[in-house]
T-cell receptor, first 113, second 108 residues
Framework: DTAVSQTPKYLVTQMGNDKSIKCEQNLGHDTMYWYKQDSKKFLKIMFS???????INETVPNRFSPKSPDKAHLNLHINSLELGDSAVYFC????????????FGQGTRLTVV | GQQVMQIPQYQHVQEGEDFTTYCNSSTTLSNIQWYKQRPGGHPVFLIQ?????EVKKQKRLTFQFGEAKKNSSLHITATQTTDVGTYFCLSGNTPLVFGKGTRLSVIA
């Protein structure tokens, strides 16, 4: 069983489109995250949810909106996609916030053309 | 804001040589974690350090947390081709900040 699963794995879309990435964890963790990894491999946190409550919202354009319908899911919706949004997006989860190892999904490679 | 500086950015070694990556924070860290990302893969947790001066070992990997809890290092003894990848440190403070990573390549 995959602990943290993201779909889709690859996403190619045109500028201006709206897209969603889904994430689910079956570890029973309380905290979930979205990270963006750019072409230089820098990992930057975007959002963090603890028990469905938003606890981190870094400097991310408001075109990005996370949604957590329950503790096991944290989806990422992106409006009006731009070329600069092209990156790999990782979902992760951990039992506690800041103090426990994070388990990462396989990543979603988003390419905006 | 909080920054975590990680050096070097790249390291090329011959198989069998040692490798070290360093992370330095501008603020005291509550804890620090280390992750490894293989090419094309996702970050995988290696270890967490919490106590001042802590040293932990995992086979050929040695992790250290500085006395002031502002710096940390990961040392690999006698690298192997399986060690190839990017090593990241992660600050446990808020917000969670990754170092920029050290990309290790090992020449057989």
């Amino acid at each position: 069983d995959t602990a943290v699963s993201q779909t889709p794995k690859y996403l190619v879309t045109q500028m201006g489109n709206d897209k969603s990435i889904k994430c689910e964890q079956n570890l029973g963790h309380d905290t979930m995250y979205w990270y963006k990894q750019d072409s230089k491999k820098f990992l930057k946190i975007m959002f963090s949810y603890n028990n469905k409550e938003l606890i981190i919202n870094e400097t991310v354009p408001n075109r990005f909106s996370p949604k957590s319908p329950d503790k096991a899911h944290l989806n990422l919706h992106i409006n009006s996609l731009e070329l600069g949004d092209s990156a790999v997006y990782f979902c992760a989860s951990s039992q506690g916030y800041r103090v426990d190892e994070a388990f990462f999904g396989q990543g979603t490679r988003l390419t905006v053309v | 804001g909080q920054q975590v500086m990680q050096i070097p950015q790249y390291q090329h070694v011959q198989e069998g040589e040692d490798f070290t990556t360093y992370c330095n924070s501008s603020t005291t860290l509550s804890n620090i974690q280390w992750y490894k990302q293989r090419p094309g893969g996702h970050p995988v947790f290696l270890i967490q350090l919490v106590k001042s001066g802590e040293v932990k070992k995992q086979k050929r990997l040695t992790f250290q947390f500085g006395e002031a809890k502002k710096n940390s290092s990961l040392h690999i003894t006698a690298t192997q081709t399986t060690d190839v990848g990017t090593y990241f440190c992660l600050s446990g403070n808020t917000p969670l900040v990754f170092g920029k990573g050290t990309r290790l390549s090992v020449i057989a």
